[in-house]
Nanobody, 121 residues
Framework: QVQVVESGGGLVQPGGSLRLSCATS????????MGWYRQAPGKQRELVAN???????GYLGSVKGRFTISRDNAKNTVYLQMNSLKPEDTALYYC???????????????WGQGTQVTVSS
């Protein structure tokens, strides 16, 4: 069983910062890409940032220069440092881990339950 658990969300004023964490635990062989997604009310879920096992990253255009994704492979954890937050960043933030259960199996997506980020004065 694989579990993906996010933490670190909350209420912050515009211009403020938050750091999200996402830990993957359970029985598996390896983790490939990990990513942060978000979904605001009435909108589709969108990819905010992702990072592969080598450390290469990708970002949604509107968060480039403000958000930084990183990972600690020893802890099976991915982080999202969010600076200069804007009201439009308000959303439920989800973490996704691309997990290989066995050495000769395929990778599968595992999602967390989400953590709420609200940017408001």
């Amino acid at each position: 069983q694989v579990q993906v658990v996010e933490s670190g969300g909350g209420l912050v004023q515009p211009g403020g910062s938050l750091r999200l964490s996402c830990a993957t635990s359970g029985s598996f062989f390896s983790i490939g890409a990990m990513g942060w997604y978000r979904q605001a009310p009435g909108k589709q879920r969108e990819l905010v940032a992702n990072i592969i096992s080598s450390g290469s990253t990708g970002y949604l255009g509107s968060v480039k220069g403000r958000f930084t994704i990183s990972r600690d492979n020893a802890k099976n954890t991915v982080y999202l440092q969010m600076n200069s937050l804007k009201p439009e960043d308000t959303a439920l933030y989800y973490c996704k881990a691309f997990v290989k259960l066995l050495i000769n199996s395929a990778y599968f997506d595992y999602w967390g339950q989400g953590t709420q980020v609200t940017v408001s004065s």
